[in-house]
């Protein structure tokens, strides 16, 4: 670490106004500003990174049931780090040390090669370039399976977004999901149901006003070019923010902040592009088997805009 910070070292982008801060710790993304304003509610460099802000949820996003999942002919078990309600939460790299590949004054590559543990014994190599241009912040990420074997493996990232000068409640959200995840009270996924005609339906933008959202939207809208975007818009259309994904990407978590404490409750959306659901390692459920030497790429991106 070196440099004091509980995130470590510090990789600072900048283009077309647009700039950026990614970390080591967890190699996520600790602030993203346009024109001096923040559209990303991250953490300083002297804090711990709170609420998985900015992280990179890998080899599975969100929860697994007790840890516990088969795949091939193992049964294997995980630490559970969300042991209040017994899960196994986020996967395995958001407090480890990233290292540098590449960088210029506009983009940073960085990697971590996953070793094999008890959990999840197998080897993944993993790759993230994160750049800032003229249409906002870009991120694009590769898994590389380096077992011999097959692999099963989600993504997601935990960007928190925020407008100035607005709570959660003074926003509208659109999320182009047609179905949503039900869960249980460990928030694990039981069924699948539709959005349509329900308090739910944010297919057109609805202020968030006093909703409580930690949900997987699914069976989404895609443009021509297959991404889904999120867009989170002041309640007088003066900003808004969009959090685009490409088409790996079939699932939107939307978390309006309610479990967080102090100046953080509701002041900001977590708006996470996944893989799969919640569970996948167990239900099979939009799962990604990366064959022996296979690499899974994806890439998403937030936008400024009115």
């Not at 982008?13 to 190699?27: C, L, P, S, Y």
């Not at 993203?32 to 949820?57: F, I, K, N, T, W």
């Not at 659901?277 to 690499?295: C, H, N, Y």
Request: with cysteine.
């Amino acid at each position: 670490m070196g440099n004091g910070s509980p995130s470590g070292a510090q990789w600072s982008i900048a283009a077309d106004g647009h700039e950026a801060v990614v970390v080591e710790v967890g190699g996520g993304l600790r602030t993203y500003r346009h024109d001096a304003v923040d559209y990303l509610d991250g953490y300083e460099v002297d804090e711990l990174c709170p609420g998985s802000a900015g992280q990179v949820l890998a080899p599975w996003p969100n929860r697994i049931r007790d840890g516990a999942y088969t795949f091939g002919d193992r049964s294997l078990q995980l630490d559970l780090s969300e042991p209040a309600r017994h899960n196994a939460l986020h996967g395995l790299v958001n407090w480890v040390s990233w290292h540098l590949i590449e960088r210029s004054a506009e983009s940073v590559t960085i990697g971590y090669d996953l070793p094999p543990s008890p959990g999840y014994p197998w080897a993944l190599r993993l790759r993230t370039r994160w750049s800032v241009g003229a249409d906002g912040l870009r991120a694009e990420h590769e898994a590389t399976n380096l077992a011999d074997e097959a692999v099963p493996f989600g993504f997601s990232v935990h960007p928190y977004l925020r407008l100035p000068k607005a709570g959660v409640g003074e926003l509208t959200l659109r999320v182009p999901g047609r179905t949503r995840m039900l869960l249980d009270g460990r928030l694990l996924p039981v069924a699948v149901t539709k959005v349509a005609g329900t308090e739910y339906d944010y297919t057109e933008p609805r202020p968030i006003g006093d909703a409580v959202l930690d949900l997987a939207f699914g069976d989404v809208e895609r443009d021509a070019d297959g991404r889904s975007t999120v867009t989170l818009a002041a309640l007088d259309g003066s900003a808004a923010v969009h959090v685009w994904a490409d088409g790996e990407f079939g699932w939107w978590q939307v978390y309006t902040g309610d479990t967080l404490t102090g100046e953080r409750h509701r002041r900001s959306v977590a708006v996470e592009p996944m893989t799969c659901p919640a569970d996948a390692f167990r239900s099979r459920k939009d799962l990604i088997v990366l064959a022996p030497g296979e690499t899974w790429r994806g890439a998403w991106g937030i936008r400024p805009g009115g």
